[in-house]
């Protein structure tokens, strides 16, 4: 007998327990919420992507492949420079970040550039890829809890918007490069607010035992206040930052934040007589990656967060007579480019395994794995998948679906019902991989890592080419 059910699964104690439970409904029908905006399928059953088909993709570029949708990345950061900022209007409107660590490449950074939004980064390295970009260096913030001194003169010379600083150190080496450099160098500062933001432990940000920011309640973030402005020569205070944590799905969590930043924004006017021009509030959107997940849109998001922010502004008096309201800015990463993405694998075998009292798992293998996405891996994060390479009559096989790597947690998807048929050759898509999966790739078990390839009118491109063997080779210089 085989186990259709995944409750009867879990029930039995296989997997521990499940958070999402698929249902075996029509296997080639595709949830709208989860896939980028131009995928469909053709009449042959094929899934489709800005207007070209996958198999003919998979044929061109091989697989394992993450598959960008150009236009709906556009379309998700237009979302927030339009829908989520117009409810800001009247407070002077919103800066958006893009957060590069969810996935930065050269023509990424050109996409954000080209649609008018600012760019967040949080290492050299990121910092390099927007500067080959020609990315406006007064739109980019620097982050990073552990900036190095390169680092720190890498933003310094190409003249960034804004570095956020991070601990004690580190505001004396900012204004120790900048003196040198003979340049006032505009920070802001990273407060822990003391928020516990409702998603997993690993991505959360503002609860108080954690390496990033300055605490609030402890003093250390009024502390770092006044340590810049003694400093007045080579730091230019610009505000107060926080991120709360990430794949958040309401607002709670930001209005206890804003709350409390715009406290302390208040604390510094009266204080030190310093009306801080900026308030970051970090990014932290949540986007769907099953069926269990809602998302609010940007214009939902704007508006609440507006109306929370206008709340707390006017319960401490700014943006009133002469105290000027500071211009508030967010970094979405995830929220943009995660739903723009699919990971697109074949299929290499497809093996029953009896686990005792009549159940059985189907575990489906493909030529990827925990190498190109950690998530489920390291955060037990939920995905689905579905047959891309053609349509199926077949019922639902309740499956894993597992990658190539020598270890056992090596899964992609957890549960997911495929076409009984599924076999070796089929392609298979994971949809909402555009965010921390490219960029939190390895090359465990000497994997190369897959191509991105950006499709778009009925043409696929690839914006960073798939790794080598040679590639490692190379490295490992013998
Ligand atoms: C400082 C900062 N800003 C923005 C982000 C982006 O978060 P998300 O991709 O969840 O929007 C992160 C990552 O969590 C972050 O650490
Ligand atoms: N990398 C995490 C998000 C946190 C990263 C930024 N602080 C994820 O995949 O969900």
Redo the contacts with the bound molecule.
Sequence with gaps: MRAHEAGALHAEGYGGPPHWLPTPGDVNELMPQLWPQTVTRDEQGRLTVGGLDVVSIAREFGTAAYVVDEEDFRARARAFRDEFAEPFADLGGVDVYY?G?AFLCTEVARWVADEGLCLDVCSGGELAVAQRAGFPAKRIGLHGNNKSLAEIRQALEYGVGRIVVDSFEEIERVAAVASAMGVRAPVMVRVTVGVEAHTHEF?A?AHEDQKFGFSLAGGRAAEAIARILEHAEALDLLGLHS?IG??IFDTSGFEVSARRLIGLHADVARIHGVHMPELDLGGGYGIAYTSEHTPLRPRELGEQMADLVARELKSVGDGSGDTPAPKISIEP??AIAGPSTFTLYEVGTVKDVGLGGGLTRTYVSVDGGMSDNI?TAL?D?DYSCTLASRRSGAGPRLARVVGKHCESGDIVVMDEYLPDDIAAGDLVAVPGTG??CRS?ASQYNHTPRPPVLAVRDGRARVIVRRETVEDLLALDVG
């Design positions: 957060a660590k991505i940000t991120h990430s794949q990463g995830r998530r955060y994060a965010a921390y939190m």
